[in-house]
């Protein structure tokens, strides 16, 4: 007979900065939040708000780290150089770095944004562009070139799930440009939250989508009531 299920320790965390979540809402149920750094989104005003709150609340901060774009919200694809990118990614990460301090936090981990995200899984020079970029923080995503080039060099990894994204056969996330990529109803989101959270170390929900707090609180609830510990990695 198997022993009872007893859960496990997992973070939950959402993109915030961005100026288009309600990041006070969403800062009281997260236990780590992915900060926008201004090249996607995000201001410096914006990104010490966030800061502030996060560091009264004990939220854990990361570098949400994009290409150079706010026009299409860092979800475009980018062909940009090595060199560019781990200056682009150092400037990011230091901007946060610095603010983080001054409100008495810390940048605890860097994770890709957008189209930066899904090019370092197969993309191992621009994945070597985020890590060169990003110091010796340990580094949040889905398996791939970036997490496996991380680990190599002895860096701590992260493995992340999407319970309001839906998941392809070999487990990719479904691009947004097609239908079904989005997981909207909150029973659907709760069940794939409860399924991803025997695997990963950190559940994500999205902070632009619609209903993201109410999302949140409910994943939370569910996960604490399955016995997980909610605590920032």
């Not at 979540?21 to 800062?27: F, I, K, N, P, Q």
């Not at 981990?109 to 060169?132: F, M, N, S, T, W």
Request: proline share 4%; hydrophobic share 45%; glycine share 10%.
């Amino acid at each position: 007979m198997d022993a009872p299920w007893s859960g496990r320790t997992i973070d939950l965390n959402a993109d915030l900065g961005e100026e288009v979540s309600d990041d006070e809402a969403l800062l009281a149920v997260v236990t780590s939040a992915n900060v926008a750094c201004g090249y996607h989104a995000g201001s410096p005003a914006v990104m010490r708000t966030v800061c502030a709150e996060a560091a009264r609340r004990g939220v854990a901060v990361g570098a949400q780290v994009s290409y150079d774009d706010r026009d299409g919200f860092g979800r475009v694809a980018r062909e940009v150089a090595y060199e560019v990118l781990r200056e682009q990614v150092a400037d990011q990460v230091g901007t946060l770095a610095s603010i983080a301090a001054e409100e008495g936090t810390s940048v605890r981990y860097v994770k890709p944004h957008g189209a930066l995200y899904h090019r370092a899984i197969d993309d191992e020079e621009q994945a070597a562009a985020v890590l060169a970029g990003s110091d010796r923080l340990p580094v949040l995503g889905m398996p791939g070139a970036l997490l496996t080039l991380a680990a190599a060099a002895g860096r701590t990894i992260f493995h992340e799930g999407f319970p309001d994204r839906a998941y392809t056969p070999d487990g990719r996330l479904v691009p947004r440009s097609e239908p079904g990529a989005l997981v909207e109803d909150e029973d659907g989101i709760v069940a794939h939250a409860l399924a991803l959270a025997r695997t990963v170390d950190s559940l994500c929900v999205h902070g632009d989508s619609p209903g993201a707090v109410a999302h949140a609180i409910a994943v939370r609830r569910a996960l604490e009531a399955a016995g997980h510990q909610l605590h920032a990695f």
